[in-house]
Every structure is written in C-alpha cells, then in structure tokens.
C-alpha cells in the first residue's frame, strides 16, 4: 500500500470558479497527486467571492481531498461605495480579506491532515501572503508556486500594490524552500532580480492539458474525418487583454484580406470566446470594418470550451512583448487539440520559443499586421489544400497534466526529506 504525505495546497482559484484555464493548474495537480503518494488539503475561498462560478467541474474532485472553503469578500463588488472602494481594502489584491480566515484554516488544516509541506499559488499575491504566514508559523517547507512574474515594468500601476507585490516577491526569494515558475522566462528574471535565490531553489513546471478531458470530449465527437468546409474557422479562446493581448495589427490584416478578396463572410470567421472585454473588442472590429468576419461569443464550460477547440480549422494565441516571460495556458490544450495554431507573438518569447520548438510555422509578432497577413494568407491556402501543419500528438502529450504532476511530486518529496 502507498504511504501517503499530507500537502496543504493554497489557491484562490479552484473548482466551480468559472475562469480562465488557469483554474485547471491546481485541480489538476491536486486531482494526480494522488496517484503519486501526497494526500491533498485544498485551501480556496467559499463560492461568494469569485464573479461567476459553474458546477461542471466540481465533480472532477476526488472524495479524498478535503477542500476547506475560507470567508473572502471581494473589495471591488462587495465593499464599494457608488462603484468606489478603499484603496487599502486592496492591497496586496481585492481578495485581501481572506488572509486571516484563511491563516486560521489552514492551520486547522496543516494539523488535522498532518501536512509535511505548503504549496501556495499565484495569480492571486494574497494566497502566497497566507503561504508564508502558515510557514512561519509552523516551519514547514513552503513552495511557492509563482507561475509568471508578479511584477515587470509598471506593472502593477499602483505603487501600493507594486510595494506589496515586491514585498511578497522578495520574502518567497528568502523562505521559500522551492519556487515554482511556468517559464525558464519567468525564472530568470526572478533569479536576476533576487541574487539570493539560487537556480537550485527553482523549478520549472509549464501548464498543461488533461488527457482525460479530451477523451471524454473526443468520445462525444462524430467518427471519421470531418470533410473540409468552405467556410474556415479559427477561435481564441479565452480573455483579451486590451494592451497584453491587443488585436488591431490583427484586425487591420484581416481588413486587408477582406479587402483584396482573400476572406469574406462566407468563407471566413473568427471566434473571439469569453473576451471579457466585449465591448471594447466589438468596437476595435467596428472601426476596422470587420463585424461581418468576427464572432465574439461568451463563456462556457470548459469542456465545451475544449470540444469547440477540436471543432474548428485552427487555434489564435495572442501575447505582447510585455508578457514574454508567459505562456498562456491554453497553447498547451491548442496543441493536444491537433490543430494548426496561429502565434501572435514574439519570436523571441518564451510562447513563441515554445512553437518554434514544436515547428509550428504560423507564428508573426503581434503588432505586425502585414507579418500578421502573410502568415494568415499562409495558413489559408495550407488549410484549403489539407496540408496544414500539426503538432505531432506525441509531441503534444509530453505536457499531459499527469506528467507534470509527477515533476510537482518530486519537488514535494525533496523539500519535505
């Protein structure tokens, strides 16, 4: 019989947050742990605090994780004032008032579950606040899983906040017994940064897809090869930030092509799926004259969102050079999905390294729209005529959330020995 270790693991999201991809990075690791000897205890917040939540994933817990729903309010929604809220009441993040609650529990937690180490997760900063508050408390080994870079260059835009961020930042450099990134990228600039974080204290664990979910979702698809359509579709799928993930060079190259006949409403449509930025989107297609050529639909389950990736022609990654440390989540399911994908980005990201490592030929930096119109008349004609290129599936399957899994347990056992 496997001995099992107790891990107590911090994420702000977790099943039924209703998000972006990223929500899969701790259910997934959570839900394979299992299967390498770590018992989880999943400390989230209750349902209240997240905008919109969806039950179709709740059922991919395991009974054996016990998931500890902490109270948090959301400054922005529940303690604004006419649309205004205390600044204070957002630092470091607008989930600030689970800090304390969640020390508490998590404490409870480390106990009852007798947990051997902490893992706690990024995007949100206040989940690695509660990290290192358990650390200190307990002397447990913490692993900070930072996935991309808390701060850059402006960023935040609020000194307060930027304050904060460098102050999380910096004592995960000095008491985190492993920091987790999701990029060499990301890991390099922290390094650089923090001269007294060893790359022996680093890991890198990208994102990845789940082998399951697309079985299942595969399982549901009609047999046999789908016949080519004479109208093509491409999709992103997920949110478009409007300066990280800017799609004017876009949208102009696809007013040339309409333009010069090369697509019509006919022939051509992008799927623009759970912007969160409709409106602005919409009006970005307005002004380039393109609404008959772009679809802007909204959120839906993520398998749904996984069986629209195998149904249409080819898959859009958008990323700007402020985030070439980042890799979005969703490149990884673009690639197991067996589509052509279509890189916005910089050659010399760590998303555009990415494809070029897999030979994927339709990658032009973002902001380039006659790179944008070549690449894409490219792919048109490789598509028309059956030859587009795919990521090979064994290629693909080496990002299999179960595999990394396997890395993540590893990182679990050195720390705690």
């Known amino acids: 019989?496997?001995?099992?270790?107790?891990?107590?693991?911090?994420?702000?999201?977790?099943?039924?947050?209703?998000?972006?991809?990223?929500?899969?990075?701790?259910?997934?690791?959570?839900?394979?742990?299992?299967?390498?000897?770590?018992?989880?205890?999943?400390?989230?917040?209750?349902?209240?605090?997240?905008?919109?939540?969806?039950?179709?994933?709740?059922?991919?817990?395991?009974?054996?994780?016990?998931?500890?729903?902490?109270?948090?309010?959301?400054?922005?929604?529940?303690?604004?004032?006419?649309?205004?809220?205390?600044?204070?009441?957002?630092?470091?993040?607008?989930?600030?008032?689970?800090?304390?609650?969640?020390?508490?529990?998590?404490?409870?937690?480390?106990?009852?579950?007798?947990?051997?180490?902490?893992?706690?997760?990024?995007?949100?900063?206040?989940?690695?606040?509660?990290?290192?508050?358990?650390?200190?408390?307990?002397?447990?080994?913490?692993?900070?899983?930072?996935?991309?870079?808390?701060?850059?260059?402006?960023?935040?835009?609020?000194?307060?906040?930027?304050?904060?961020?460098?102050?999380?930042?910096?004592?995960?450099?000095?008491?985190?017994?492993?920091?987790?990134?999701?990029?060499?990228?990301?890991?390099?600039?922290?390094?650089?940064?923090?001269?007294?974080?060893?790359?022996?204290?680093?890991?890198?664990?990208?994102?990845?897809?789940?082998?399951?979910?697309?079985?299942?979702?595969?399982?549901?698809?009609?047999?046999?090869?789908?016949?080519?359509?004479?109208?093509?579709?491409?999709?992103?799928?997920?949110?478009?930030?409007p300066h990280e993930r800017d799609p004017s060079a876009l949208f102009h190259a696809l007013a040339k092509m309409q333009a010069e006949g090369h697509v019509s409403q006919g022939s051509f449509e992008l799927i623009l799926r759970g912007t969160a930025h409709d409106s602005h989107v919409s009006g970005l297609a307005n002004e380039y004259g393109i609404d008959d050529l772009v679809s802007i639909r909204p959120n839906i389950p993520y398998c749904d969102a996984l069986r629209e990736m195998l149904a249409v022609d080819a898959l859009v990654v958008m990323q700007a050079e402020t985030c070439n440390a980042q890799i979005p989540a969703k490149v990884y399911e673009y690639l197991r999905a067996q589509k052509p994908v279509v890189g916005l980005c910089s050659h010399h990201s760590d998303t555009g390294k990415l494809l070029h490592d897999n030979a994927v030929p339709y990658v032009s930096p973002l902001d380039d729209a006659d790179a944008i119109y070549s690449n894409l008349l490219n792919l048109i004609s490789h598509l028309r005529a059956n030859q587009a290129y795919v990521v090979p599936l064994d290629s693909a399957r080496k990002y299999s959330r179960e595999a990394l899994t396997k890395h993540l347990a590893d990182v679990l056992g050195e720390v705690s020995s």
């Open 1 to 241: 019989m496997m001995i099992m270790n107790g891990v107590l693991m911090i994420a702000y999201h977790y099943p039924p947050a209703h998000v972006s991809s990223g929500v899969q990075r701790t259910l997934k690791f959570s839900r394979y742990l299992l299967n390498h000897g770590w018992h989880p205890a999943v400390l989230t917040v209750w349902n209240a605090a997240h905008p919109t939540v969806s039950p179709s994933q709740l059922g991919e817990i395991p009974d054996e994780i016990t998931v500890k729903r902490s109270w948090c309010l959301d400054s922005a929604r529940h303690l604004s004032i006419q649309g205004r809220h205390f600044r204070a009441l957002g630092i470091p993040d607008r989930w600030a008032t689970w800090i304390l609650p969640g020390v508490l529990n998590g404490f409870h937690l480390i106990k009852s579950r007798r947990a051997k180490v902490i893992w706690s997760t990024y995007p949100i900063a206040s989940a690695h606040m509660i990290g290192f508050a358990l650390h200190k408390l307990t002397g447990l080994p913490w692993v900070a899983d930072m996935r991309d870079p808390m701060t850059d260059v402006g960023y935040p835009a609020s000194q307060i906040q930027r304050q904060t961020f460098l102050w999380v930042e910096k004592h995960i450099s000095k008491s985190a017994s492993r920091v987790i990134f999701t990029t060499e990228g990301a890991r390099k600039d922290m390094c650089e940064r923090y001269p007294g974080l060893p790359e022996s204290r680093t890991t890198v664990i990208p994102n990845g897809y789940d082998e399951l979910n697309f079985a299942e979702v595969e399982a549901q698809l009609p047999l046999g090869d789908r016949e080519p359509r004479n109208r093509l579709t491409l999709l992103h799928s997920g949110v478009i930030y």
